[in-house]
């Protein structure tokens, strides 16, 4: 069975340009996660899909960002204008079930971003 | 202060010998608790959920304390393949979202 993948998994863009990175999780899981960590600090929550409808969208750092889900399979997460704070690796995730005890969720190997 | 912290190491261990080290999480809301370990410029990957009872797989135990809202995991007979970061994660009862610490690393050595 096919992990969850990302795409591309290096980037680099110059500030003000647009990235798009992709997430296809794994087949049959409707909670799709994206994550990020940025240089020294520890990886964090951006947001939370249900299928193609988001549930939790209390880590966007700003209107920069912007995800979606259409169809609620593949998931794209979109910088636009990129900055340099924005360079960091951006892991997507998925699950079957909501996170808990018991219930695994899959990360993927990450998307890393650099925006010089 | 952050809401998971860990000592971030490099903890150095003998191949062999047994290591230990722990996290503490600030939010008494805190439902589920998790290892993860991560390997350099790799992705997280689940080591084990850490329940009230505590539990063992293997070489690794963790333990969960909620009276003082710290977590566990001890290492045993380390190996070289244990070297890595290792990450304490928490997830409230309310929310999907998983709170990351900033990982300790492990550094097994011959």
């Known amino acids: 069975e096919a992990g969850v993948t990302q795409f591309p998994s290096h980037s680099v863009i110059e500030k003000g340009q647009t990235v798009t990175l992709r997430c296809d999780p794994i087949?049959?899981?409707?909670?799709l996660y994206w994550y990020r960590r940025v240089m020294g600090k520890e990886i964090k929550f951006l947001l939370h899909f249900v299928k193609e409808s988001k549930q939790d969208e209390s880590g966007m750092p700003n209107n920069r960002f912007l995800a979606e889900r259409t169809g609620g399979t593949y998931s794209t997460l979109k910088v636009q204008p990129a900055e340099l704070e924005d360079s960091g690796v951006y892991f997507c995730?998925?699950?079957?079930?909501?996170?808990?005890?018991?219930?695994?969720?899959?990360f993927g190997e990450g998307s890393w971003l650099t925006v010089v | 202060r952050k809401e998971v912290e860990q000592d971030p190491g490099p903890f150095n261990v003998p191949e062999g010998a047994t290591v230990a080290f722990n996290c503490t999480y600030s939010?008494?809301?805190?439902?589920?608790f998790f290892w993860y370990r991560q390997d350099c410029r790799k992705e997280p990957k689940l080591l084990m959920s850490v329940y009230s009872s505590g539990n063992e797989d293997g070489r690794f135990t963790a333990q969960l304390n909620r009276a003082s809202q710290y977590i566990s995991l001890l290492i045993r007979d380390s190996k070289l393949s244990d070297s890595a970061t290792y990450l304490c994660v928490v997830n409230k009862a309310a929310g999907n979202k998983l709170t990351f610490g900033g990982g300790t690393r492990v550094l097994v050595k011959p």
């Open positions: 995730a998925s699950s079957q079930h909501r996170v808990g005890s018991g219930n695994t969720i899959y």
């Open positions: 087949s049959g899981h409707d909670n």
């Open positions: 939010n008494s809301a805190s439902q589920s």
